[in-house]
């Protein structure tokens, strides 16, 4: 699961770093679904993106 802010400004996310890595997702052809967040971020470094793997593990760059 992807977890990145809201859309914004007719944009998919007002982050560049979001929109690089949902399109990389799709170009690659690897199946997500992504969600808004409604509190901080709960990765580690504290930022978004971050991914959150089917065994629960939070992945953050």
Known sequence: ML?????LWGLPSPSPFVVKLETWLRMAEIPYHS?????PPQ???GK???????S???VSW
């Open 3 to 7: 977890w990145k802010l809201p859309p």
């Open 43 to 45: 990765s580690r470094s």
């Open 48 to 54: 978004i993106p971050y991914i959150e793997l089917v």
């Open 35 to 39: 969600r808004h967040l409604s509190r």
């Open 56 to 58: 629960g593990e939070l």
